[in-house]
């Protein structure tokens, strides 16, 4: 059913996708006018173009001694590190520029070649005769220069604004391993690629994606591992994106996922820099979106919700069996409720006698449906899990009390529901914890569970889960098969899915996504004692 | 798109066809009338009486609720009769206030005389109906069954349990034997072997209160009771089926004949065989036990080669004595083969097993049987030997 | 093309194992077939030689026309008998999904919800498998590659807990009515493998068609089949004998219902429902699928998926009428109606079939 939605979707977007082409008219910026020669002109149009814009910083001045060349920067306050503009931009243009006459060398040059050339001190220029896209770098954090009679700005890189540090996630949490995570700003993000993966072939692309906001977008992958077809496939995705703003990489997983009626993910989303470089390594691509920690990887499998980072750093047999109470905990979560009701309102022949009596004497005089004391418990608990995220944290003491006695203690001791299932729901919700990255999807698959289970016992719940199960292999995040590699099966790549095998085993990439570029390393470098080597 | 549609209106249709009917099968556990036990016995007109168990779920203790339970029975007793079997259940729902649930049912029990009668007929519902499960105990009462589930049990507040408990400790003496239904059925369908059950009575406990007891083994001709069992003779067919599991054997000291000595039964095995010569047949049991001495009323000491040795003999001497009783009731009292001799044949001899098979009844009786018992003794416990008070 | 997508062998064999296996988890009606005693399981051993004859004229055809399901071996080049054939081949896998899908009904109504109407089951399980051909072969594949592994170690977990039950003396004496109702309990159980069909509609989209490839499907499915379909065999007349065991409705089911061990593992219904509706579900849902892929090949069909729905509602109108009772069921799946029905068209057609193909000298390696 959820397939069938997916591709009335699919066929939808397919129509959506055809009248976009070029920018809309909406779009304060067009591009493809050239910067004037006149001065006056480009003053002209920048004062006009930013009017009303209080944050908006025009300085006129001259350079030179004998006849003085008029120029302007335009940058927008806050978005500019002050001290390298006015030492290493003004200061040269306005002061050095008198103190030291031009000496014979320089005398048959163009004025703005020999500022580029010999006086602005940074790093970062460059020259555009475009004028939008020098509204545009002005409005990124860059500072432009205008120069009477040169059709061309300069751009220079002096970006600079208040900015989060790099902190810990709250989320993604790990007892082992880099503790650093995404920040708002795109360029920091990049950087902390780049720190890990020291290769050329990390290629970082960057698009702006939405009409008003014209965030940037940066595809990040590592040539040579990844699949060129996926990059492709992403690039083109996002280009086919025409959306105001984009605030949020959860904007653009919207427009490019797979499966959008899906209540699984077919994008990850991450805020730790190591597990995108880790997924980079293994053929994946990530995208960063200016303004949010939240990196997106592409493509995103099941299995991916049922490994951490710190698998990857703890010892093997830990992680495995970690791997498998996190499996559990998935199948708990989703079905645990639903299997409660099945045992109570119709196989009570499957419960063993003295758990069975235990559980009657604990029915007995509960006034509700085993079903819907379930449906009820599972959105009191999404309303606590709710209110527990939102509320202030001085607050959050509240929540643990009103949760913990009233609803529990207090509704079994007034026999309103079961003690039995305040267990469950408790079970439910620790185990769903363990699988946070899946929280949506479960929680909403939970509910139909134990409907169905609700309404037709066992044989209900089963259809439930085959019914999921179909409607997980029928999904693809981009090419790949979701379920894989367990479904279609993959022996090779169990090795990171069943167990999580010793790195020096690990020695080639998973085979769905790397198949391009399958040899991580070398194999036989399984450690022992010296003298050991010729085993 | 139309198909779509459809599909789409099949969904929504097998939706609301589940929400509206979705309590086809659906029963709330306290819609339950929980059976633990139920008895069977024939009236004098013919009719099924039976009468079932049911836990009390509120005088259940629920942990951590405190207490729990009133002093009230925990289980309550309803009685009902009617042509058959199933007649006789569904006609208690109208006394039972809740439905019977058969699932958690642990024992049947039925009456002495409806065992003589034949229980074939009586114990079809418990296989054929989904509910009870295969692995209840299936018991004989001497006397009426509804007297064996009314009674109380001591230290079980449903006696339900008492009587699983009953069986399960059965292997301690090896004196009674342990049947669930569908090894009942095995015994029935199989060729050339007939089914015994485990007996149970009342005996006056010391403060004249009734109590259980597992006594003496149902024996069937096909399925009518025949006779019972006595305990030693009954230990002597498990040791034939190599099912004695532990029990003390007594034999009197060697070198002092009126002082005893028990011996306990760690394992045994037993193996049958059959064997036609000449066109007799001869059926050899070959028993194998294995024990300790596990208790000395005589005060010499048994622990030197030859009393050891002697030990080991009278041992085997009552293994086959036990044996040797049970086969002579089996064969010369009532001709039934308990023991599956004729399943013996029938592994070995096929084809004269075809001839032999509708004869068996009357060949059974006249068959020769050879007790073969391998005793040992291996472990003296704790001390060597029992000191003589000075 | 009418299905794009493509499968790999290991897929295909896993696919043939799980449709095999519902049966004797369900009914296991070789029981009653010749020798009808202790010597079925050598029955079963041994129908493994007969399978592989009453096969091969499938197999040859699949191979002599790589790129061809059977169906379209029909259209090729028998004319109008051949559109005839291909109908009859739709009923026959119509027929199979309507079976099993009756049979599961059957069983739930008889053992876990006898309140519930039949027809609820039936649509449960439809709807499920609807959504499933609606998605394709490769979809039905990639679900068996997960559900195979759990259909057989579910088997062999209950087959283990039940062990100490086991007698192994119940399956004496070997033999006991010689070899002839051996080989012919042998040769009514082999035309219960219909899942041979599967192969010769399927085999044309496998990823790796090579003509070696499909006989080593063949072998590793009949290898696979033979040691669970014996097994559960052995163990259900080990631990009720085999006249009990006869007298069984769903004898693998009353297994799961014994199995009791130290009081905490016991009462594992709840296996066999885990295990057995997966299991029904690939089943019905492959040969739902094949009728309708069967159909559209022989109307020159370019999608098969309007065919899907106007089937899935033929299916459980047939699953409900063919058969009045369980018992009428029971009569039609032994071995005297089903063996000549089956093996007409498991061996029958696709004999003919290559027997014309090589009088006419249609097909062959070189094409």
Known sequence: MFGKIARKLRAFRQKQKQPAGGLPQGNPISSGQPVSADLTVNLQQVRTLFSQSSDMIIREFRIGTGEQVRAFIVFVEGLVDKTILHGNLLKPLMLDARLTPPNQGVAGKRVPDLIKESALAVGDLRETGDFNQAIDAVLSGDTALFIDGHGAAFLVGARGWEARGIETPDIEMVVRGPREGFTETLRTNTSLLRRKIKNPNLKIETMKIGRQTRTEVAVVYLKGVVNDKIVEEVKQRLKRIDIDGVLESGYLEEFIEDAPFSPFATVGNTEKPDVVAAKLLEGRVAVLVDGTPFALTIPYLLIESLQVAEDYYSRPFYATLIRWIRLLSFFLTVASPAIYVVLVTFHQEMIPTSLYRTVAASREGVPFPAAVEALVMGIVFEILREAGVRLPRPVGQAISIVGALIIGEMAVTAGLIGSMMVIVVALTAISGFVVSAMSDAVAVLRLVLISLAGALGQFGLMVGLVGILIHLASLRSFGIPYLTPVGPLTVQDLKDVVIRAPWWAMGRRPRAIGWHNPVRQEPGQKPGPPGDEEK | MKNRRWFCGLAVLLLLAVLAAGCWNRREMDTLATVAAAAIDREEDGSVRITVQVVKPGEIEAPGQGGGGSGQPAVALFSSTGATVFEAVRSMARQSERKLYWPHCKAVVFGEEAARAGIAPLRDFFERDHEPRETLWVLVAKGKARDIITAEGQLEKISADSIGNLIKARTATSQAVGVRLFEFEKMLAGEGRDPFATGIELVTGPDGKKRLRLTDTAVFRKDGLVGWLGADETRGLLWVLGKVQSGIIVVSSPGEESSRVSLEIIRASSKLSSEIKDGILTITVEVQEEGNLGEQMAFGDVTGPEAWASLEKRKAEVIEREIRAALRQAQEEWGVDIFGFGEAVRRKYPREWREMKDEWREIFPTVTVEVKVKAKLRRVGLVQKNNLPR | ?367
Not at chain 3, 59 to 71: E, M, S, W, Y
Not at chain 3, 181 to 208: C, K, Q, W
Not at chain 3, 311 to 332: C, I, K, N, R
Request: aromatic share 10%; proline share 6%; with cysteine.
């Open chain 3, 1 to 367: 093309m009418l299905e794009g997508g493509r499968i790999t062998a290991r897929q295909l064999i896993f696919i043939l194992v799980i449709s095999r296996l519902t049966v004797p988890t369900t009914s296991l009606p070789v029981l009653v077939s010749p020798p009808a005693n202790q010597d079925v399981w050598l029955a079963g051993l041994l129908s493994v030689i007969p399978t592989m004859v009453m096969a091969a004229p499938a197999v040859l055809l699949a191979l002599r026309f790589p790129g061809l399901t059977i169906i379209q071996c029909c259209r090729l080049f028998m004319g109008k008998a051949g559109l005839v054939i291909g109908l009859l081949y739709i009923w026959f896998f119509l027929h199979n999904a309507a079976i099993s899908l009756r049979l599961s009904g059957e069983c739930m109504t008889s053992v876990y919800m006898p309140e519930t109407p039949l027809v609820v089951f039936l649509l449960g399980v439809a709807v499920i498998c609807v959504s499933a051909v609606r998605n394709g072969l490769e979809v039905m594949a990639r679900l068996a590659d997960m559900l195979c592994p759990m259909v057989v170690g579910g088997i062999i977990l209950v087959i283990g807990l039940v062990l100490k039950e086991a007698d192994v003396q119940a399956l004496q004496p070997v033999l006991e009515d010689g070899l002839g109702p051996v080989f012919h309990g042998a040769f009514t159980t082999s035309p219960r493998l219909v899942e041979v069909l599967i192969l010769s509609m399927v085999a044309p989209y496998l990823n790796d068609p090579k003509p070696r490839r499909i006989i080593w499907i063949m072998a590793w499915t009949l290898g696979i089949l033979t040691i669970m379909f014996v097994a559960i065999i052995l163990a259900v007349i080990m631990v009720f004998g085999a006249s009990q065991a006869q007298n069984y409705t769903f004898p693998f089911l009353s297994l799961n219902r014994i199995v009791s061990i130290a009081d905490i593992i016991e009462r594992i219904d709840a296996i066999h429902l885990v295990m057995w509706v997966p299991g029904i579900f690939i089943k019905v849902s492959v040969f739902y699928y094949l009728a309708v892929l069967g159909l559209s090949q022989l109307l020159n069909l370019r999608t098969y998926r309007p065919l899907i729905l106007p089937m899935g509602a033929l299916l459980v109108v047939l699953s409900v009428w063919l058969f009045d009772s369980l018992v009428a069921l029971y009569q039609f799946t032994q071995y005297q109606i089903w063996t000549p029905y089956a093996l007409v068209f498991i061996t029958g057609f696709p004999l003919l079939l290559w027997v014309v193909a090589l009088v006419t000298k249609k097909g062959g390696v070189r094409q």
